[in-house]
């Protein structure tokens, strides 16, 4: 049971891109709201914390909504979001 109870907490980052720059984490959710934020925030802080010596990049917030709120919100976190249909911009 508390073998169980281990895998289905466990924090597992959704996608992990790698780029010249460093590794980009990805948190993907068909409505982005406060948690998926705190998700990155966290994948964040455990990053490193378990990976010091591998450069961290961009965090993501991929979601099909999100509302202007939590949009402002993951931008001041430094946190960048795109909405399915929308252009990718640099």
Do not use: C, H
Request: aromatic share 10%; charged share 25%.
């Amino acid at each position: 049971m508390m073998r169980m109870l281990a895998r289905n907490t466990a924090k597992r980052i959704d996608a992990v891109g790698r780029t010249a720059a460093g590794y980009t984490l990805f948190e993907a959710r068909r409505f982005a709201g406060w948690s998926a934020i705190a998700q990155l925030l966290g994948y964040r802080d455990l990053w490193l914390i378990n990976f010091p010596d591998l450069p961290l990049g961009d965090l993501w917030l991929i979601t099909e909504r999100i509302d202007d709120a939590t949009r402002a919100t993951a931008a001041r976190q430094n946190i960048r979001t795109w909405v399915v249909g929308e252009d990718i911009t640099p």
